[in-house]
Structures are given as structure tokens and as C-alpha cells.
């Protein structure tokens, strides 16, 4: 059974890149990451997904190791309103459906 | 283009009471679900709508919870009747595909059972 693990919190500073690491052990080949950001008093805002290596945008990075047991969000040059609660999902193909696991998020303030 | 709105943003109830969620998802999205998060935990599914069909219900926690998608547009979640321990934040998200398609979520609906 596939579960995701976050780390609860991170501290870090402005300026700095900031690297949140999800474990996620059973995941299959083709199963994909996600990750979302929220903020207070919303609802969690999609950021990057992949399945595989590294995927880059704008605003992240998401680097996927071969054994895919985890996978780590790159924030590059962090603001003040990066601060957030960013959210690791992971989406299991099971026959024609998906099965969605979330992680319990990890807790981000960026001091300035 | 509108966002996913949920109503009311909360809620306060009596245990025993009876609360019906609402959700608006985006125009033209044929997938739609709901999460709950309970302070500190993790977002948990509970369900997933294609259209007006529910489509994986495995994460509902008990018949206390119904859920409805008429015509395929709008849901609803009642919880009926509520207990203490379904305090919690009601996430619904929706989606124009399934499973890794990214998923716009609404702002939540608190709900406090006292």
C-alpha cells in the first residue's frame, strides 16, 4: 500500500533555494507526482507534476530519482510569499482509475 | 473564467445536526471530488465524480456521508448526522481529466461540529 511521507515543517531565507523531499514508497513506473502549494484560507494550488527525472517551470523544479522511492520540490531563490503549506500527491493507476495519495504537507516559512 | 466556489465557508453545527456542503466546480469540468483535512493531517480523499456518476467512493467514511452530483454540475456533501469528529476542512477540486490532471480546488469549507 502506497503512502507518502513529508517532512512536517522547514525553515529557510529569502533568497535561498529551498529542497522538500517526499518519500513514496510501491509507486509504479507510470505513476505521477504532483505537488500543490497552499496558502491560508485557501484551497491548495497546483505546482509542477512528473513521473520521471526532472521536470522544470517557472516557479519550480521537481527531481525524480530512477527508483522513484522519492522525490524532491526545488524552489529556486525563495520569497517571503513562498511561505505556504506545499502538499506531495502522488496518483497510482489501478485498472482504469487512480487511487490519490496525499502527504500530510510540509509547513514552509521563509524568513526574511 | 470562474474558479471552484464552495458554500458556506463555514459552518458551525450541533453534533446530531444535519449540514449539506456546496460545490460549484469549473465550467466544462466533468471531474469533480471531495477531500476533508483534519487539523494536522493529511488531505484525505473521499470521493470522485465523472459527470453526475460517482466514480470511487472507497475514501467516504461511513453512511453518515452522502454525496450528489445532479446533472452532472454541481454536488453536494450532507453529512447527516454529523459527529465531533467530522470537524474539519471539506476541499472540493475539479478537474477536465482524472487522476494526474492537475486539480483546481475551491477555498474549503470549514466545518465545526461542537
Known amino acids: 500500500l502506497a503512502k507518502t511521507t513529508q517532512p512536517i515543517s522547514m525553515d529557510s531565507y529569502e533568497g535561498q533555494e529551498v529542497n522538500i523531499t517526499c518519500s513514496h514508497n510501491?509507486?509504479?513506473?507510470?505513476?505521477?507526482i504532483t505537488w500543490y502549494q497552499q496558502f491560508p484560507s485557501q484551497g491548495p494550488r497546483f505546482i509542477i507534476q512528473?513521473?520521471?527525472?526532472?521536470v522544470t517551470n517557472e516557479v519550480a523544479s521537481l527531481f525524480i530519482p530512477a527508483d522513484r522511492k522519492s522525490s524532491t520540490l526545488s524552489l529556486p531563490r525563495v520569497s517571503l510569499s513562498d511561505t505556504a503549506v506545499y502538499y506531495c500527491?502522488?496518483?497510482?493507476?489501478?485498472?482504469?482509475?487512480?487511487?490519490?495519495?496525499w502527504g500530510a504537507g510540509t509547513k514552509l516559512i521563509i524568513k526574511p | 473564467e470562474a474558479g471552484v466556489t464552495q458554500f458556506p465557508s463555514h459552518s458551525v453545527i450541533e453534533k446530531g445536526q444535519t449540514v449539506t456542503l456546496r460545490c460549484d466546480p469549473i465550467?466544462?469540468?466533468?471531474?469533480l471530488y471531495w477531500y476533508r483535512r483534519v487539523m494536522g493531517k493529511e488531505i484525505k480523499f473521499l470521493l470522485h465524480?465523472?459527470?453526475?456518476?460517482?466514480?470511487?467512493e472507497s475514501g467516504m467514511p461511513n453512511n453518515r456521508f452522502l454525496a450528489e452530483r445532479t446533472g452532472g454540475t454541481y454536488s453536494t456533501l450532507k453529512v447527516q448526522p454529523a459527529e465531533l469528529e467530522d470537524s474539519g476542512v471539506y476541499f472540493c477540486?475539479?478537474?477536465?481529466?482524472?487522476?494526474?490532471?492537475?486539480?483546481?480546488f475551491g477555498p474549503g469549507t470549514r466545518l465545526t461540529v461542537t
Open positions: 500527491l502522488v496518483a497510482i493507476r489501478m485498472d482504469s482509475n487512480y487511487q490519490l495519495i
Open positions: 510501491n509507486i509504479a513506473t507510470n505513476d505521477y
Open positions: 512528473g513521473y520521471k527525472t526532472k
Open positions: 465550467s466544462g469540468h466533468d471531474n
Open positions: 465524480f465523472v459527470k453526475e456518476s460517482k466514480q470511487d
Open positions: 477540486a475539479s478537474s477536465p481529466g482524472r487522476g494526474p490532471y492537475e486539480q483546481y
